[in-house]
């Protein structure tokens, strides 16, 4: 299995980027797909989750209402729209897949390689 993700970059604080993360491999058994964050000198942190089978989203208290997980079967991709962004969410975001949503990393298989953003002020 084969996580990449892309979409990171430098943005202004209020503004908005999208990163997309597209499995490969044989993830058919994977039904869940995540996303994390881990800022310099912090531990990796749980951002969002969305498990098809029951149709489940899960967020961090820190991003809801700001930021949406969505999820395209047909391309094994998942999508993480970041809108009103603040410093505070200056991370790499890292893109996850396993059989179920879990907050703690630990609990994952697969990761990708993770997609810097910085959020300046």
């Known amino acids: 299995v084969q996580l990449v993700e892309s979409g990171g970059g430098l943005v202004q604080a209020g503004g908005s980027l999208r990163l997309s993360c597209t499995a490969s491999?044989?993830?058919?058994?994977?039904?869940?797909m995540g996303w994390f964050r881990q800022a310099p000198g912090k531990d990796r942190e749980f951002v969002a989750g969305?498990?098809?089978?029951?149709?489940?989203?899960d967020y961090a208290d820190s991003v809801k209402g700001r930021f949406t997980i969505s999820r395209d079967g047909a391309k094994n991709t998942v999508y993480l729209q970041m809108n009103s962004l603040k410093p505070e969410d200056t991370a790499v975001y890292y893109c996850?897949?396993?059989?179920?949503?879990?907050?703690?990393?630990?609990?994952?298989?697969?990761w990708g390689q993770g997609t810097q953003v910085t959020v300046s002020s």
């Open positions: 996850t897949l396993d059989q179920d949503v879990y907050h703690a990393p630990s609990l994952w298989k697969y």
């Open positions: 969305t498990r098809a089978s029951g149709g489940i989203t």
């Open positions: 491999g044989q993830t058919f058994s994977n039904d869940a």
